[in-house]
């Protein structure tokens, strides 16, 4: 089992910042990539971004690339999403995810631990 606790969700004015981090523990991380999925009202769930632990190879949706970063601190067990020049359209519920040596990372199947989610607004 792996345990997911998102936090750093908030309110933020289009064109502002916000991070948000991932917890996880329960298993060593060595084979997992852990990913940021998200949700707006009435939407399916959709891919974010992802990060293989052991090489820190790094993917994005194409909505976010360029503005959006992932990254991990190995020692804290954490991965971060930092989300820069946001926009209205980045509102939704952001989940943290881990998927056990994913080989298609983008598929929100490969995964098998969610996080509760943290909502994240962007004022127009």
């Known amino acids: 089992q792996v345990q997911l606790v998102e936090s750093g969700g908030g309110l933020v004015q289009a064109g502002g910042s916000l991070r948000v981090s991932c917890a996880a523990s329960?298993?060593?991380?060595?084979?997992?990539?852990l990913g940021w999925f998200r949700q707006a009202p009435g939407k399916e769930r959709e891919f974010v971004a992802a990060?293989?632990?052991?090489?820190?190879?790094?993917y994005y949706t194409d909505s976010v690339k360029g503005r959006f970063t992932i990254s991990r601190d190995n020692a804290q067990n954490t991965v971060y999403l930092q989300m820069d020049s946001l926009k209205p359209e980045d509102t939704a519920v952001y989940y943290c995810?881990?998927?056990?040596?994913?080989?298609?990372?983008?598929?929100?199947?490969?995964?098998?631990?969610w996080g509760q989610g943290t909502q994240v607004t962007v004022s127009s």
């Open positions: 995810a881990a998927a056990f040596a994913p080989v298609f990372i983008y598929g929100l199947k490969a995964y098998d631990y």
């Open positions: 329960g298993r060593t991380l060595s084979r997992y990539a």
């Open positions: 990060i293989r632990w052991s090489s820190s190879s790094t």
